[in-house]
C-alpha cells in the first residue's frame, strides 16, 4: 500500500523568501515521485518529477526538489517565491498500480 | 501534442438529474483517471480506467460510474445528483509502464459542475 502525507495544509511566506513544502510517503514498491502544481480555477500541472537518477530533480519555475530514500521523502523548494507563485501545490506518488495525491499544501505569498 | 480536453467546462443541473461529463485523452495514453475536488474535501480520487477496464476505485457511492472506449476517451456519469455533487472534475491521462506503474498525469482544465 502506498500513502502521501503533506505536513502543511497553508504555508505563508514572505515574497522573495525561501519556501519549502514538506512531502513524506510510503510505498513497499519503487516508486515514482511528482509535484503538482494548481492555480485559481484551473486544472493540475505538473511541476516536476523524481523517476530515477540524481536525486535532485529541478522544475518549471524555478522549483527543486529532492529525493531522500532513508527519510521517504520528496520535499518541494523554491529560494526566492514572487507574488505569482500564489497556488496549490500538490505531491504524488506512483507505486504498483495507482498513483496517490496528498491533500495539497496552499502557499500564501505575503507582500 | 493536444492535451487534455474536458467537455463541457461548466454545467448547472438540479437536484435529481444525470449528468455525463466526457474526457479525451493525449493521444497514446491509455489511462484516464477521475478526481472530484471541493473546497472541503480536497481532491479526491473516483476511478481509473485503463484499456477499457476500471483498474482502480475510489470511496465513491454507485452514482458515481464511469466507462471507457476503444479510442480511449472516458466519461463519468452521476445519477440522481445531489447539493454535494457541486464540484470541480478533473480527467487525467497517463502512460502505464509495462509492470503497470503511471508515469505522471496529465490533467484537463476541469468541468464545473453545480448542482441546484
Known amino acids: 500500500a502506498q500513502s502521501v502525507t503533506q505536513l502543511d495544509s497553508q504555508v505563508p511566506v514572505f515574497e522573495e523568501a525561501p519556501v519549502e513544502l514538506r512531502c513524506n510517503y510510503s510505498?513497499?514498491?519503487?516508486?515514482?515521485l511528482f509535484w503538482y502544481v494548481q492555480y485559481p480555477n484551473q486544472g493540475l500541472q505538473l511541476l516536476l518529477k523524481?523517476?530515477?537518477?540524481?536525486?535532485l530533480v529541478k522544475g518549471i519555475n524555478g522549483f527543486e526538489a529532492e529525493f531522500n530514500k532513508s527519510q521517504t521523502s520528496f520535499h518541494l523548494r523554491k529560494p526566492s517565491v514572487h507574488i505569482s507563485d500564489t497556488a496549490e501545490y500538490f505531491c504524488a506518488v506512483s507505486g504498483a498500480d495507482k498513483i496517490i495525491f496528498g491533500k495539497g499544501t496552499r502557499l500564501h505569498i505575503l507582500p | 501534442k493536444a492535451g487534455v480536453t474536458q467537455t463541457p467546462r461548466y454545467l448547472i443541473k438540479t437536484r435529481g438529474q444525470q449528468v455525463t461529463l466526457s474526457c479525451s485523452p493525449i493521444s497514446g495514453h491509455r489511462s484516464v483517471s477521475w478526481y472530484q475536488q471541493t473546497p472541503g474535501q480536497g481532491l479526491q480520487f473516483l476511478f481509473e480506467?485503463?484499456?477499457?477496464?476500471?483498474?482502480n476505485k475510489g470511496n465513491f457511492p454507485g452514482r458515481f460510474s464511469g466507462r471507457q472506449f476503444s479510442n480511449s476517451r472516458s466519461e463519468m456519469n452521476v445519477s440522481t445528483l445531489e447539493l454535494g455533487d457541486s464540484a470541480l472534475y478533473l480527467c487525467?491521462?497517463?502512460?502505464?509502464?509495462?509492470?503497470?506503474?503511471?508515469?505522471?498525469?496529465?490533467f484537463g482544465p476541469g468541468t464545473r459542475l453545480t448542482v441546484t
Open positions: 523524481y523517476l530515477s537518477g540524481s536525486t
Open positions: 510505498s513497499s514498491v519503487s516508486v515514482y
Open positions: 480506467y485503463f484499456s477499457e477496464t476500471q483498474r
Open positions: 487525467a491521462s497517463s502512460l502505464v509502464l509495462a509492470g503497470g506503474s503511471s508515469y505522471e498525469q496529465y
